[in-house]
C-alpha cells in the first residue's frame, strides 16, 4: 500500500490512525508515527533544543515523586475500552488485551517534567544486526560467542537523565613525589625521592555532564553509552516515545546534581595532575587536596534510547545495552579472561622492558 503522510498536531496525543483506527507507534526509521494495518505515516513536529534551565528553576517535591511511583495507575484503552494498570515510575505502557500503546500526559506527572528527548535512530531488526557486528570488533569477547551470537530479547527503553552545565573556580594544593634512581660503579642502585608541592587555581567549564536517573539502568553502565548527538535533541513530544518503554526519573535533581559535581571534581583533578606530569614527569602523589565552587548551574531533563539485550551464555545470563541512536555497544557482555592475562601480562612486559632500558641507560 502507498504510504500516505499527514501532519499530527504537536500534543503528542495522537494514538490511532486517523484512516483505519489502528495503532500508532514511533518508527525510528522514518522517524514518524506509522500505523502497522494500513502504513500510514505521521509526521512529528521536530524542535532542536539545546537551551537549558536554571537549576534553582528546578522546583520539585521528590516526595510527590516518591508517592507516585508506589501507585498503580488506572487507564482506560481509548481502542478497546479495557481498563490498564501502569505501576511504578512507568509512563507508557501496552493494552495486553488490544496491543494499543498507551502514554501518560506530561502534565499528570509528579515533579519535573522532561525538557527534551532524543529519538531512537533505528528499530530493534537493526539493533540486532548492530549487536552481532558490533561483539565481534570486541577483542574481549569470546570468539564462540562472535561466531554465534545467542538469541537475545530486544527491549527499547528511553532512560530518564539529568544533562548539566556548570561554570567551576578550584583552588588546590599538595605534594608529588619523583623517584630519583641511581646505580655506582659496583652496580649498587640507591633511590632518592624529590617532593613537589604545587598549588593554585584552575578555571574549568562543563557541558553536559549526563547522569541517569532510572531504575533500569545504573550510571556506569550509561557512561559506556555516551556521547549521544545532540543535534538530534528535540523538545519532548509524547509521539517520540510511543511504542518503548519510558519511565519518569526516580533520584531527585538535586542528588544528581551531587553525583555531577563529583565527576567534574575527579575531571578537575585530573586535569591538574595530567598538566604537572608533563611539567614533572612525577611517579605517585602524596597528597591532593582540592575545593572546588559551582557556578551558572544549568539542567536539562532529557530521555535518552537505549536497547537492552537479554540473553543466556553457558548457562549465565546476562544485560548488555546500547546506544539506541549511534548503536554503541555498552558494557555486560561476556569476557574471555584468558584475553584479560594476556594484556596484564603485556603490559608488564612492556613496563619491564622499559625500566630494563632505563637501567642500562645510566
Excluded at 617532593?195 to 536517573?213: D, Q
Excluded at 535533581?253 to 583533578?269: P, S
Excluded at 549465565?316 to 541512536?325: L, R, S
Aim: some cysteine; proline content about 4%; overall charge positive.
Amino acid at each position: 500500500m502507498e504510504n500516505n503522510e499527514n501532519t499530527i498536531l504537536s500534543n503528542g496525543n495522537n494514538s490511532q490512525c486517523e484512516s483505519c483506527g489502528g495503532n500508532l507507534v514511533f518508527n525510528p526509521n522514518f522517524q514518524k508515527l506509522w500505523c502497522a494495518n494500513c502504513q500510514n505515516q505521521y509526521d512529528i513536529p521536530k524542535v532542536v533544543q539545546l537551551v537549558k534551565l536554571p537549576i534553582e528553576s528546578a522546583t520539585e517535591d521528590i516526595s510527590s515523586v516518591d508517592n507516585w511511583k508506589t501507585q498503580n495507575k488506572v487507564f482506560r484503552c481509548k481502542t478497546c475500552g479495557a481498563s490498564v494498570i501502569l505501576q511504578g515510575l512507568d509512563v507508557t505502557s501496552k493494552c495486553p488485551y488490544c496491543g494499543s500503546d498507551y502514554v501518560l500526559d506530561p502534565n499528570t506527572l509528579p515533579g519535573l517534567k522532561p525538557n527534551t528527548v532524543i529519538p531512537f535512530s533505528f528499530d530493534e531488526k537493526k539493533a540486532s544486526e548492530h549487536f552481532r557486528n558490533g561483539v565481534k570488533k570486541i577483542f574481549l569477547i569470546p570468539n564462540s560467542f562472535k561466531k554465534k551470537v545467542p538469541e537475545n530479547r530486544i527491549r527499547g527503553i528511553y532512560v530518564p537523565s539529568f544533562a548539566f552545565d556548570s561554570n567551576t573556580n578550584s583552588s588546590y594544593n599538595g605534594v608529588l613525589v619523583k623517584d630519583h634512581t641511581n646505580t655506582n660503579s659496583k652496580g649498587q642502585t640507591t633511590t632518592t625521592h624529590e617532593y613537589i608541592r604545587i598549588a593554585g587555581n584552575k578555571l574549568l567549564n562543563f557541558t553536559n555532564v549526563t547522569i541517569e536517573s532510572s531504575s533500569k539502568i545504573d550510571n556506569k553502565d550509561m557512561k559506556a553509552l555516551l556521547p549521544y548527538q545532540l543535534n538530534f535533541n528535540y523538545q519532548f513530544n509524547n509521539d517520540f516515545i510511543r511504542g518503548y518503554s519510558t519511565e519518569h526519573y526516580c533520584d531527585s535533581i538535586d542528588k544528581c546534581f551531587e553525583i555531577a559535581q563529583q565527576e567534574m571534581k575527579t575531571q578537575i583533578k585530573q586535569n591538574i595532575l595530567n598538566e604537572y606530569r608533563t611539567r614533572y614527569h612525577y611517579d605517585r602523589v602524596q597528597s591532593f587536596n582540592l575545593s572546588t565552587t559551582f557556578n551558572n548551574n544549568l539542567y536539562e531533563y532529557r530521555l535518552l534510547p537505549v536497547y537492552c539485550f537479554e540473553f543466556t551464555y553457558k548457562n549465565k545470563k546476562y544485560i548488555t545495552y546500547m546506544n539506541g541512536q549511534t548503536g554503541k555497544i555498552g558494557t555486560g557482555y561476556p569476557k574471555a579472561y584468558w584475553k584479560i592475562v594476556v594484556i596484564v601480562l603485556s603490559i608488564l612486559v612492556a613496563f619491564g622492558l622499559v625500566f630494563l632500558l632505563y637501567l642500562l641507560s645510566n
